[in-house]
């Protein structure tokens, strides 16, 4: 079975900074891209990033130069840096994996497995 489960979230002020945490029970995680999106209230799941088994790295607009996604495959964990945090950034980040390679990156339906999500709140 494939869970993921994120961590790291929190309040924080605008500009500051978090870093999120996806540890992922798939095995061998290393074959897996992983993504991150996330979702405000009232507005559906949107992509913040992404990662391959490759380790190429691909961002939302929004967050390039401010968001940065890494892996690291001996502790089965992608994680997420995010500094200069704005308000509008404030949603549940959810932790994705894709199987295969079928389906752009940036497509929630690309993703077959889900964490439970974390809460980013940033205050103004």
């Known amino acids: 079975q494939v869970q993921l489960v994120e961590s790291g979230g929190g309040m924080v002020q605008a500009g500051g900074s978090l870093r999120l945490a996806c540890a992922a029970s798939?095995?061998?995680?290393?074959?897996?891209?992983m993504g991150w999106f996330r979702q405000a209230p009232g507005k559906e799941r949107e992509f913040v990033a992404a990662?391959?088994?490759?380790?190429?790295?691909y961002y939302e607009d929004s967050v390039k130069g401010r968001f940065t996604i890494s892996r690291d495959n001996a502790k089965n964990t992608v994680y997420l840096q995010m500094n200069s945090l704005k308000p509008e950034d404030t949603a549940v980040y959810y932790c994705?994996?894709?199987?295969?390679?079928?389906?752009?990156?940036?497509?929630?339906?690309?993703?077959?497995?889900w964490g439970p999500g974390t809460q980013v709140t940033v205050s103004s």
């Open positions: 994705a994996l894709r199987w295969g390679q079928a389906g752009a990156l940036s497509e929630k339906s690309a993703y077959l497995n």
């Open positions: 990662i391959t088994r490759g380790a190429s790295t």
């Open positions: 798939a095995w061998p995680f290393s074959s897996f891209a």
